[in-house]
């Protein structure tokens, strides 16, 4: 049974810099193939990829987010993180991890967790 | 890279059925589209992949048989039959684009499904 979970804070100040955590089980980073992304979605918005990473490390980042967004992997820890630099309010969201096999569909997600932006 | 068009809004009866369509832009009519549900308060879950050729793959885990798809040049449709309570959620589509470091993927604005 393959789970996901997000952990990280839930409020930080405009500038500063989310580190977020997806801590998962069920399968391993190092299979081939397999890959962990993270996909946020601000309050009654629609979802926005921002960042993917492979068993291989090879990694993807959106283009409008490249600047800001470091993705990388535990896989000891079975755990992948996400750093987000120079935050603003417009970041306010819910962000999710999910994993993927391949170029399939993210076939599980986490619950999401939301982070709010302000001073 | 493409942009996927949702209606915001959809609703249905109570055992009735009700189609919701992701619309991909000009020039992308081979692209494959993801369809995701997501009920209230909760994270996304994978329904199924669709192409213009139907179905692609399997559906995601415990979609039931009621949840179809079909795919129609720049259309991707979902249809759910006998519509039920917990039917009524949020469903997005998305399709990724690209490859190397080019490659993003993108998402629909979502359709609010709300069952009457």
């Known amino acids: 049974q393959i789970t996901l979970k997000e952990s990280g804070p839930t409020l930080v100040k405009p500038t500063q810099t989310l580190t977020l955590t997806c801590t998962f089980s069920g399968f391993s980073l190092s299979t081939s193939g397999v890959g962990v992304g993270w996909i946020r979605q601000p309050p009654g918005k629609a979802l926005e990829w921002l960042a993917l990473i ?7 980042y ?27 309010p417009v970041d ?3 962000y999710y991890c999910a994993h993927r096999l391949g170029p399939t569909q993210f076939d599980y997600w986490g619950q999401g967790t939301l982070v709010t932006v302000s001073s | ?14 055992g009735a059925s009700v189609t919701l369509t992701c619309t ?13 549900q997501q009920r209230p308060g909760k994270g996304p879950r994978f329904v199924m992949r669709v192409g213009t050729g139907g179905i692609v793959g399997s559906k995601g885990d415990g979609i039931p048989d009621r ?10 449709y979902l249809t759910i039959k006998n519509i039920q309570e917990e039917d009524e959620s949020d469903y997005h589509c998305g399709a990724d684009h690209g ?8 998402f629909g604005g979502g359709t609010k499904l709300t069952v009457l």
Not at chain 1, 54 to 60: A, E, G, L, N
Not at chain 2, 1 to 14: E, G, I, N
Not at chain 2, 67 to 76: H, I, K, P
């Open chain 2, 99 to 106: 490859s190397g470091s080019n490659f993003v993927v993108v």
């Open chain 2, 24 to 36: 991909l832009s000009s020039g992308y009519s081979n692209y494959k589209v993801d369809w995701y």
């Open chain 1, 54 to 60: 492979y068993w291989d490390d090879d990694k993807r």
């Open chain 2, 67 to 76: 949840f179809s798809v079909l795919g129609s040049g720049l259309n991707r």
């Open chain 1, 92 to 94: 306010t969201a819910t």
């Open chain 2, 1 to 14: 890279q493409p942009v996927l068009t949702q209606p915001p809004s959809a609703s249905a009866s109570l």
């Open chain 1, 62 to 88: 959106s283009p409008s987010l490249k600047s800001r967004l470091t993705i990388t992997k535990d896989t000891s820890k079975n755990q992948v993180v996400l750093t987000m630099t120079n935050m603003d």
